[in-house]
């Protein structure tokens, strides 16, 4: 028996396994409970800023304080509080494919300010602490870009194109739900986009796009925020993407978008991998969904609640002060209200007395304190995150208590970094396949300064792959960096105030070797062409020490020395000779300046030329002009004594 494999099954069939497969895993988020503990968290975090009446008959208070979102974003300023350093790994070490790297490094940071990145990567740290994981999906959208053309036919723009990021939580990435790892065959993403403007990308089905509705209540099973499911007259309509990855069965892989039982597109999946990466704190054993460390903190806060409405409950109820008074004494409600009163009592009857309900028990505001600490020691963030710490701590102390916080967060650090790396290197590889016409982007040159560089994906083909320099934990927290700068400036490595200012705001020490990093680039760019046999010049303010002894290097090869006469030997004897007379001839000022070791000035080679003889005695002539010890005076006559020899 022939049974055809669901994923290989044409785009009139294999839609009814994809709404299947939907159907199948909203429900089982619902019935699993998954859905109700999201929401759980998801109204938790975001708490009420009302305080509610409770009870069967409204006596009691109801009230959140929501550690439990503080606590959160505690944590995620701590993880993701620095700026992501770009390490492009080049495919070889040719100065193309530095240049390659130093560009993808540039294209990085100018899509972080553009697309917002830097945010969306902060959000997706977020959504992952109360809703366990989070994905970034990274496409190649042909409506971005710049205008190239104009379809005649159908009188529609034409776009070059760009990369498109968009961030999904846990309920929207459809997937086998089955398996018990993360290692997904295939995905898909559930998204709400405007319906008439879906309708004017795909026009041959423009008539069902514009049909379909959106449906509030079915839709309400799976989100969050159940407030906003009764917009029924909403133009958004659910558009999924499909994803399966390249495999044995399916060698090119396979990409459809569709919505509802209508497929728009249907080919192989134009990417190297499936475009989706997840964030996560931590994995699930025999399970294929994330775990938050946060979600051990929710119960907590619902305690936390529970005692701060208890306490409100009784002061709300008793705060107004009751009085109580002898029956048969003539005092009324009148002679008590306004506040200084005087009143006339029977003291054989009774006295006035005020009635005390508002006293809590000690051990309520002792639980309450400790529900607190409790929900601190669980998320791992301590008083010198919240900056509850006491008078007096050292600036080491603080830098300490930080490191240990971001020591527990380890596995959502590690989490952050790998979700940066692997969005990186896919919006490079991406790049690299379909940037094919030249555009301009505005990247960030030397000192910070706006650069615009013209590029194509052709100037991205010596990157393979893209990783982060993540930082130690000092460089997360205000009292680590100040740390840093200190040790850095006392060490000698801090030369000028403007280093100090950058390592104290954002951490980064690529600044205090921006200059030998620039030396070494210009090095080996020069070794390759004097590789090649080419002439290169040598300038004054060139670091002449490591240029020498970095293109003697070039020398290194037999191949090279069997042939003296080849323009390699010749090119490369020239221009280390070059370098030797610049630094001979620098001005000592210039050196000094440069930070660069001035060279002994060369020693006259040959004989040298004798000494005039015009007969005197020049050691006697020299002798001359020394001042010898001055001669005693005579008191008397003011005249110096004169010895006879």
């Not at 998204?191 to 008439?196: A, D, G, I, L, Q």
């Amino acid at each position: 028996m022939n049974v055809t494999y669901w994923a290989l099954k044409p785009s009139e069939e294999i839609i009814n396994d994809l709404t299947s497969k939907i159907q199948n895993y909203d429900d089982y988020l619902v019935k699993s409970g998954m859905m109700s503990e999201l929401r759980d968290a998801y109204n938790a975090f975001y708490g009420d800023s009302k305080i509610r009446d409770a009870g069967t008959q409204g006596e009691l208070k109801a009230i959140s304080i929501n550690h439990f979102a503080s606590l959160i974003r505690n944590l995620v300023s701590l993880v993701s509080n620095n700026k992501p350093a770009w390490q492009p790994i080049a495919s070889n070490t040719d100065s193309a494919s530095q240049a390659s790297a130093v560009l993808a490094s540039g294209l990085l940071d100018f899509y972080m300010k553009d697309r917002r990145l830097d945010r969306m990567f902060r959000n997706a740290c977020l959504m992952t602490c109360f809703l366990k994981e989070s994905w970034i999906e990274t496409t190649w959208d042909t409506q971005l870009g710049e205008v190239v053309a104009i379809d005649s036919e159908t009188n529609t723009t034409l776009h070059e194109g760009d990369l498109k990021y968009s961030l999904f939580q846990l309920n929207d990435v459809i997937r086998d739900f089955t398996r018990k790892n993360a290692e997904f065959d295939w995905l898909i993403t559930r998204s709400f986009v405007n319906k008439y403007d879906l309708s004017a990308q795909f026009q041959e089905h423009k008539e069902k796009i514009e049909s379909v509705s959106y449906d509030g209540i079915s839709q309400s099973k799976v989100r969050l925020n159940t407030k906003s499911t009764f917009a029924d007259e909403s133009d958004l309509i659910p558009f999924f993407n499909f994803y399966f990855k390249p495999c044995a069965a399916l060698p090119n892989g396979r990409m459809i978008t569709f919505i509802d039982d209508q497929v728009l597109t249907d080919g192989p999946l134009p990417y190297p991998k499936i475009p989706l990466v997840r964030l996560s704190a931590e994995d699930s054993f025999e399970n294929c969904f994330a775990h938050s460390p946060m979600m051990d903190v929710l119960p907590v806060q619902k305690a936390i609640d529970t005692m701060a409405s208890i306490l409100i409950t009784n002061n709300a109820s008793f705060g107004v002060q009751n009085i109580q008074y002898p029956k048969g004494a003539s005092i009324n409600v009148q002679q008590i209200s306004g506040g200084l009163n005087l009143i006339e009592i029977d003291t054989n009857i009774g006295e006035l007395k005020p009635l005390q309900l508002t006293a809590s028990a000690p051990e309520s505001y002792r639980l309450f304190d400790m529900l607190v600490q409790q929900s601190q020691l669980l998320s791992g963030i301590n008083d010198a995150i919240r900056g509850q710490t006491t008078a007096g701590t050292s600036g080491a102390a603080l830098a300490l208590l930080s490191q240990q916080a971001i020591q527990f967060a380890n596995g959502l650090q590690q989490g952050q970094v790998s979700l940066i790396e692997d969005v990186g290197t896919l919006s490079i590889q991406i790049l690299q396949r379909y940037a094919n016409t030249k555009r301009v982007a505005v990247l960030t040159g030397k000192h910070n300064r706006p650069l615009l560089k013209e590029w194509s994906s052709a100037d991205l083909s010596g990157v393979s792959r893209i990783t982060i320099e993540s930082g130690n934990a000092l460089s997360k927290t205000a009292s680590g960096r100040l740390t840093m700068a200190d040790s850095l400036l006392q060490s000698g490595m801090i030369q000028r105030p403007e280093q100090y200012i950058s390592v104290l705001t954002t951490g980064q020490l690529e600044p205090l070797y921006e200059n030998e990093q620039s030396q070494l680039m210009l090095i080996r760019k020069e070794n390759e062409r004097l590789s090649e046999g080419q002439p290169v010049r040598a300038l004054l303010t060139h670091d002449h020490q490591n240029h020498i002894l970095e293109h003697a290097a070039v020398l290194a090869n037999p191949e090279i020395l069997d042939n003296p006469n080849s323009p390699v030997v010749q090119n490369t004897l020239d221009h280390i000779s070059e370098h030797l007379q610049l630094a001979q001839s620098m001005p000592p000022a210039l050196a000094m300046l440069l930070k660069q070791q001035p060279l002994p000035q060369p020693m006259p080679v040959g004989p040298q030329p004798a000494a005039v003889m015009d007969g005197t005695n020049s050691i006697t002539t020299e002798a001359g002009l020394v001042n010898g010890p001055s001669l005693p005076t005579n008191p008397a006559t003011g005249e110096q004594i004169k010895f006879n020899n």
